[in-house]
Structures are given as structure tokens and as C-alpha cells.
């Protein structure tokens, strides 16, 4: 790409002629990632109390969703699921490192990390946030060298595209888990984990179908819209979430930290879920 010259973008670091608060909005990103993040964190290195159901061999139970898909289980560990709930089960693998907790969230934590990474609503957050470059729009960033683009360091954010398609299979995987949440041990029923355990997957959904790259891939290369009108009405409502991208971004990142933290208190006995089951 060639260098893009923008006149007056290094005369300062702040340097402005912006009068409203401009400073709020990456205050309040940088504050907000920094907690979801830490929280996320922390919740992965736990490695128990991602579970809670009443029996351990009938269909159903709350799963986290910082853990979901499970493919090995430390059946050792308090709150674990039951076997039959991971892909492959345990016991726990002996090449796993040591200095690592036996946590089924360091398996798949990459891939909705890596799509939130690289999504393009997060770039523009974290970019202006965390790096200052500039912090807000008509406001002087920290000195650097002429923009290139996403090329050199940052080249590997051109795999959001891919990232995509796992975040795609993740939105099935957390709607069965949804589907999991109203069932106790094969019995049929409703409780307050399955409320928070269904909106999980339509913010996350609304997020990942508002994706730049999905609606790319929806509507994208098409010369002539009216020659494919399922394509077309498919393109227009993922353009409406597109058009939310920012909003669903935040409150998919909130509910899916809360819906974790919610199951590791019923799991952990903390609170006690409301339920049907009686339990
Ligand atoms: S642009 Fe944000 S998820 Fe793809």
C-alpha cells in the first residue's frame, strides 16, 4: 500500500481543534477492554467451577461459555462437566505443559480471541485506546512514521476473514449449549442459567453476523443485486447489524464474561440458580 500523507497528523501528541470531550470515549474503551480482558483471563486460568448441573449422566446443564467446546476434561477438578460432555474426554492429556493449569478454556479461547482481535471495530478501539494513533479522529496521535496500512507487524490482522468461519461454528456450538441450559439431568425445565445461557448466543450471533467480512461474504462481488434477491434480503439484514457492529461488540463481550461468571457462582455455590427442576 502506498504511504498515506495526512496534513497536520504529527504536529503533536493531543494537538487538536476538537472543543467537545474527546478524550472520553478511548478512556472508557481502554477501562472497558482492560476489565473484560482481565476478567477473561482470570475466569481461564480457574480451570473448575465451569459446570453445574443436578445429576451427572442425564442430557443438560449449564456449561460456561469461556469453556464451550469442551474437548479434554480434568475430571479431578471441582465444577468440571461430565465426560460425556467433551469431545474427547479425560482424562486430562500428559503432554499438556505443566506450568499451565488444566483448564479446557486455553483449547479454544483462541479463536474467539483471534476474531475479536482482528474484527474491525476492535482495531479502531484498541488502535485509538491503547496505542494512540491517534487517540480520537481530527486529534494528534503519538509521533509515528508514515501509514502503511496493515502490512509489516500488523499484517496478521488480514486473518479475520478466517477467524470468521470459526467464529461462525462457535455461534453453533454455544446455541446448542442453550439448548443444553434447559435440561437438568434429561429433565426438561427453565432457570435463570437458561436465560442467561440463551442470550449468549443471539448477542454473540448478532455480533458475528454484523461482521464485516460476513457481509462480504453475503453480498460482496455482486454487480447486480437484483439477480440473487435471497442474497440480496441476507445482505440487507446483515447490513442492519453491520450498522450495530459497535453496540453488539460490547454487549456480546459483557454478556458472555457475565454468563461465565454466573455459572462459576452456581457451580461454586455462591448463588443459587432459580429453576423449575427444584434443585
Ligand atoms: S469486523 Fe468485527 S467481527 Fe468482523
Same mark, same amino acid.
Given at each position: 500500500?502506498?504511504?498515506?500523507?495526512?496534513?497536520?497528523?504529527?504536529?503533536?501528541?493531543?494537538?487538536?481543534?476538537?472543543?467537545?470531550?474527546?478524550?472520553?470515549?478511548?478512556?472508557?474503551?481502554?477501562?472497558?477492554?482492560?476489565?473484560?480482558?482481565?476478567?477473561?483471563?482470570?475466569?481461564?486460568?480457574?480451570?473448575?467451577?465451569?459446570?453445574?448441573?443436578? $445429576?451427572?449422566? !442425564?442430557? =443438560?446443564?449449564?456449561?460456561?461459555? *469461556?469453556?464451550?467446546?469442551? #474437548?479434554? &476434561?480434568?475430571?479431578?477438578?471441582?465444577?468440571?462437566?461430565?465426560?460425556?460432555?467433551?469431545?474427547?474426554?479425560?482424562?486430562?492429556?500428559?503432554?499438556?505443559?505443566?506450568?499451565?493449569?488444566?483448564?479446557?478454556?486455553?483449547?479454544?479461547?483462541?479463536?474467539?480471541?483471534?476474531?475479536?482481535?482482528?474484527?474491525?471495530?476492535?482495531?479502531?478501539?484498541?488502535?485509538?485506546?491503547?496505542?494512540?494513533?491517534?487517540?480520537?479522529?481530527?486529534?494528534?496521535?503519538?509521533?509515528?512514521?508514515?501509514?502503511?496500512?496493515?502490512?509489516?507487524?500488523?499484517?496478521?490482522?488480514?486473518?479475520?476473514?478466517?477467524?470468521?468461519?470459526?467464529?461462525?461454528?462457535?455461534?453453533?456450538?454455544?446455541?446448542?449449549?442453550?439448548?443444553?441450559?434447559?435440561?437438568?439431568? $434429561?429433565?426438561? !425445565?427453565? =432457570?435463570?442459567?437458561?436465560?442467561? *445461557?440463551?442470550?449468549?448466543? #443471539?448477542? &454473540?450471533?448478532?455480533?458475528?453476523?454484523?461482521?464485516?467480512?460476513?457481509?462480504?461474504?453475503?453480498?460482496?462481488?455482486?454487480?447486480?443485486?437484483?439477480?440473487?434477491?435471497?442474497?440480496?434480503?441476507?445482505?440487507?439484514?446483515?447490513?442492519?447489524?453491520?450498522?450495530?457492529?459497535?453496540?453488539?461488540?460490547?454487549?456480546?463481550?459483557?454478556?458472555?464474561?457475565?454468563?461465565?461468571?454466573?455459572?462459576?457462582?452456581?457451580?461454586?455455590?455462591?448463588?443459587?440458580?432459580?429453576?423449575?427442576?427444584?434443585?
Amino acid at each position: 500500500m502506498a504511504d498515506i500523507s495526512i496534513p497536520g497528523r504529527n504536529k503533536g501528541f493531543g494537538v487538536t481543534m476538537r472543543t467537545d470531550n474527546w478524550r472520553t470515549a478511548p478512556f472508557a474503551v481502554f477501562l472497558g477492554l482492560m476489565a473484560f480482558s482481565g476478567y477473561i483471563a482470570w475466569a481461564a486460568f480457574q480451570g473448575e467451577y465451569y459446570w453445574w448441573s443436578g $445429576g451427572t449422566t !442425564g442430557f =443438560g446443564g449449564y456449561l460456561s461459555p *469461556l469453556y464451550s467446546p469442551l #474437548i479434554y &476434561i480434568d475430571q479431578t477438578a471441582a465444577g468440571s462437566a461430565p465426560a460425556w460432555h467433551a469431545w474427547i474426554g479425560g482424562p486430562w492429556p500428559s503432554w499438556w505443559p505443566s506450568i499451565l493449569p488444566a483448564s479446557p478454556a486455553f483449547l479454544i479461547l483462541a479463536f474467539p480471541g483471534a476474531f475479536r482481535l482482528t474484527c474491525y471495530y476492535y482495531r479502531k478501539a484498541y488502535y485509538r485506546a491503547f496505542a494512540a494513533t491517534p487517540p480520537a479522529c481530527a486529534v494528534g496521535g503519538i509521533p509515528q512514521k508514515p501509514f502503511k496500512g496493515e502490512t509489516g507487524l500488523l499484517i496478521f490482522q488480514n486473518l479475520h476473514r478466517y477467524a470468521l468461519y470459526f467464529a461462525l461454528i462457535f455461534v453453533v456450538i454455544l446455541s446448542y449449549d442453550a439448548v443444553l441450559s434447559f435440561f437438568n439431568d $434429561g429433565q426438561f !425445565g427453565v =432457570g435463570v442459567g437458561s436465560i442467561v *445461557l440463551l442470550i449468549n448466543p #443471539i448477542l &454473540i450471533g448478532a455480533y458475528t453476523f454484523g461482521c464485516h467480512s460476513f457481509r462480504h461474504l453475503v453480498g460482496g462481488k455482486m454487480d447486480c443485486m437484483s439477480c440473487s434477491m435471497g442474497r440480496y434480503k441476507t445482505w440487507k439484514k446483515v447490513s442492519l447489524l453491520n450498522s450495530r457492529h459497535q453496540l453488539f461488540a460490547w454487549l456480546s463481550l459483557f454478556w458472555v464474561s457475565f454468563a461465565d461468571f454466573y455459572v462459576r457462582m452456581v457451580s461454586a455455590g455462591y448463588i443459587k440458580d432459580l429453576n423449575t427442576w427444584g434443585l
